[in-house]
């Protein structure tokens, strides 16, 4: 098993900036992908950002392209989200998730452990 605990999350105005963390404890070797995702209120989840491990190939939504950054401390079996720029329709719940494939998928089916997320709210 493997346990993801997310923090940085908080209220920002339009235009601020962020950074996620995401801490992997347990099994961390099997994972070989990690993605945040994010959560509005009465919408489906959706995939924000990924990043494979071996070799740091990222992947964005377009919605976060040229905003966010992920990136990843194999080292401390961490993972970052910086978001810079951001506006009313980025507030969500933020969730870390991991994948047990080498391969970036934006499905949230595709990943196999989750954390529980942390509210992120962008003020206009």
């Known amino acids: 098993q493997v346990q993801l605990v997310e923090s940085g999350g908080g209220l920002v105005q339009a235009g601020g900036s962020l950074r996620l963390s995401c801490v992997g404890s347990?099994?961390?070797?099997?994972?070989?992908?990690m993605g945040w995702f994010r959560q509005a209120p009465g919408k489906e989840r959706e995939f924000v950002a990924g990043?494979?491990?071996?070799?740091?190939?990222?992947y964005y939504a377009d919605s976060v392209k040229g905003r966010f950054t992920i990136s990843r401390d194999n080292a401390k079996n961490n993972v970052y989200l910086q978001m810079n720029s951001l506006k009313p329709e980025d507030t969500a719940v933020y969730y870390c998730?991991?994948?047990?494939?080498?391969?970036?998928?934006?499905?949230?089916?595709?990943?196999?452990?989750w954390g529980q997320g942390t509210q992120v709210t962008v003020s206009s």
């Open positions: 990043i494979i491990n071996s070799g740091g190939t990222t």
């Open positions: 998730a991991a994948r047990r494939f080498m391969m970036m998928s934006t499905s949230t089916g595709d990943y196999n452990y």
């Open positions: 347990g099994r961390t070797s099997t994972v070989y992908t």
